[in-house]
C-alpha cells in the first residue's frame, strides 16, 4: 500500500490523537490543497522578501504575541533556531545552553564554531529535566564571562517553564540575550487561562512551533523578535536554513490558525476540557497524571501537557501507550523512562478527553503497586575535549558502544522524542554516560545516531 493510501486509512478509523500536530486532524478549512498548491506568482509575495500579503501575514503574528518583528516559517522551529543561533552570534563567540535544549540548537553551535558551557536542570524522578534557575544561570554566566547568547528550552516536551523574567534579567546583567525554544509554547500569550508566552516576559527571541499546540499544518512555526532586535541578520539567516520554495498551502495554515484562535473563547473552552480531566483522573490510585505545582525544581507549567506518571505502577510506561493504542484506540506523543506525555490542543474535545480517562481508570484498575524505585539518575555532566566543529572535522572510526568508555565520541546520540542529545562529537564516553544510556535502553527508550535507531556502535575520534 502506498504512503498515500496508508494516510487515508489510518485517518477513517477511529483514534484520538494525544499527540501532534495540534489540529488533531480536524478540518479548520475545506479546500483542497492541490488548488491552492501555487508558487511565487504575481500578487502572492515571497516568503523571503515580503512586501504584500505575506507581510501583512507577518504582521498579524507580529501583532498576535505583541512582537516587535515575526517570521512565518515552513521549516518547524528547527529552521528559526538555526537561523536565530546563527543571527545572534559571531563565529567563536561563547554560549550558554541549557542540556536540556532540542538538537536542532547544538547543530546551529556546530556550524557557527561556538564554545558551549552548559546549564543543567534538576531532573525529575520521572528521568527529565525541570526548570532552569536564575541562580544556576548567574553562576554559569560569571563563571563565563563574555558570554554572548543563553539559550533554554521553555515549555519542555513535558511542559515545564522556566522563570523567563528572571533569567531575561539574569542575561541582560551580563551582556547577553536570550533566545528560548518555545516550541512547544505556541499557543501561550493568548489566555490568562495559561502561562505568558516568552516574549512578553523579557526574552529577546522566542521559536514556537503553531502545527504543535495550535491548529495550524505540520512544519509551520513562528519566529519572534522583542524590541531592539534588529531582524536583518534573521532574514539572511532565513535564506541560509528554509527552504527557497517555501510552500503556500502551509503558509496559508498560518493564517487560518491565526483566524480561528482570534476568538479566544476557543482558550477558555480547552482549559474547562482540561479542568474536567485533572478532576476525573484525580482518582487514580497506580498510575498518576502528576500535577507540577508539588513539584519543587518547577517554576511553572503548561497543563495541557498530561504528564502521566507509571512510577508506582507494575505495568511499565512503554506498555501503557501500548495498551492505550490496541485497546482503548488512543494514540500518544512519547514515552519516557517512566512518564507517558500526551499533547492536546485547542481542537481536542470533550470525547477525546473522557475516552483518556476512562482507558486510564481501567488501566489503573487492573495494574498493581510496585514500589516506587530508584529516582532516574541526573543526567551526567559532559566531558568537553574539542568543539562540535572540531569534533566533526576529525578522524573517527567505529567502535561498539558498550566498550568506547574513556572514548571521545565523533557523532551525536539522542533519544526522540524529545532530541536532547545525549553525547555530541567532542565528548567523552565516561562510564557514567553509558550507565545512563543503559538504564534508558532497559526503560525500554529507542536511541538514535544520525541515520540509525537502536545503535549498537558509534563513532569515536582518532587522537
Not at 24 to 40: F, G, H, N, W
Not at 298 to 313: H, M, N, P, W
Not at 369 to 389: D, H, I, K, N
Request: contains cysteine; glycine residues 8%.
Amino acid at each position: 500500500m502506498s504512503l498515500f493510501d496508508e494516510l487515508i486509512s489510518y485517518s477513517k478509523k477511529d483514534i484520538v490523537p494525544m499527540h501532534m500536530p495540534g489540529h488533531k486532524r480536524q478540518s479548520i478549512d475545506s479546500v483542497l490543497p492541490y488548488a491552492v498548491d501555487i508558487t511565487e506568482i504575481s500578487g502572492f509575495d515571497n516568503l523571503h522578501e515580503r512586501h504584500g500579503i505575506l507581510r501583512e501575514l507577518a504582521d498579524k503574528l507580529a501583532r498576535a504575541k505583541g512582537a516587535a518583528y515575526a517570521f512565518p516559517l515552513v521549516g518547524g522551529s528547527t529552521a528559526g533556531i538555526l537561523a536565530s543561533v546563527f543571527a545572534m552570534t559571531d563565529p567563536g563567540d561563547r554560549v550558554i545552553i541549557s542540556r536540556g535544549c532540542h538538537k536542532s540548537v547544538y547543530r546551529a553551535c556546530e556550524i557557527r564554531n561556538l564554545r558551549i558551557s552548559y546549564l543543567y536542570p534538576e531532573t525529575a524522578p520521572e528521568g527529565f529535566f525541570l526548570s532552569v534557575t536564575p541562580g544556576e544561570l548567574e553562576k554559569c554566566l560569571t563563571a563565563n564571562p563574555g558570554a554572548k547568547l543563553v539559550v533554554i528550552t521553555s515549555p519542555t516536551y513535558e511542559g515545564i517553564i522556566s522563570d523567563i523574567k528572571t533569567l531575561s534579567e539574569v542575561s541582560h546583567a551580563h551582556g547577553a540575550k536570550l533566545l528560548v525554544d518555545a516550541a512547544h509554547g505556541a499557543h501561550l500569550g493568548y489566555s490568562d487561562c495559561f502561562p505568558e508566552d516568552a516574549l512578553s516576559l523579557g526574552a529577546d527571541v522566542s521559536v514556537e512551533s503553531l502545527h504543535k499546540t495550535l491548529p495550524a499544518l505540520t512544519q509551520t512555526a513562528a519566529l519572534y523578535l522583542g524590541k531592539g532586535i534588529d531582524p536583518r541578520p534573521f532574514e539572511g539567516a532565513l535564506d541560509i536554513f528554509e527552504t527557497s520554495s517555501p510552500s503556500y498551502i502551509l503558509t496559508a495554515s498560518i493564517d487560518r490558525c491565526l483566524k480561528y484562535i482570534d476568538d479566544r473563547e476557543v482558550f477558555t473552552r480547552y482549559s474547562r476540557m482540561l479542568d474536567d480531566f485533572y478532576s476525573s483522573a484525580a482518582c487514580l490510585e497506580k498510575l498518576r497524571v502528576a500535577d507540577f505545582r508539588e513539584r519543587d525544581g518547577v517554576y511553572d507549567y503548561d497543563r495541557g501537557k498530561i504528564i502521566i506518571s507509571a512510577l508506582q505502577c507494575d505495568k511499565s510506561a512503554p506498555e501503557i501507550p501500548d495498551i492505550l493504542r490496541t485497546g482503548f484506540g488512543i494514540e500518544t506523543e512519547m514515552t519516557g523512562a517512566y512518564h507517558i506525555v500526551c499533547m492536546t490542543s485547542v481542537c481536542d474535545t470533550p470525547e477525546n478527553f473522557a475516552r483518556l480517562s476512562e482507558a486510564l481508570k481501567s488501566i489503573d484498575r487492573s495494574a498493581g503497586y510496585r514500589e516506587a524505585p530508584e529516582p532516574f539518575p541526573a543526567f551526567p555532566e559532559a566531558e568537553t575535549v574539542l568543539s562540535l566543529q572540531e569534533a566533526a572535522a576529525a578522524r573517527s572510526v567505529y567502535m561498539k558502544l558498550s566498550e568506547a568508555a574513556g572514548k571521545i565520541s565523533g557523532q551525536y546520540l539522542w533519544a526522540y522524542p524529545p532530541g536532547i542529545p545525549l553525547l555530541t562529537p567532542g565528548e567523552m564516553i565516561t562510564p557514567g554516560i553509558l550507565r545512563y544510556i543503559e538504564a534508558l535502553q532497559t526503560m525500554g527508550t529507542e536511541l538514535h545516531i544520525p541515520g540509525e535507531s537502536t545503535p549498537e556502535s558509534i563513532r569515536i575520534l582518532l587522537r
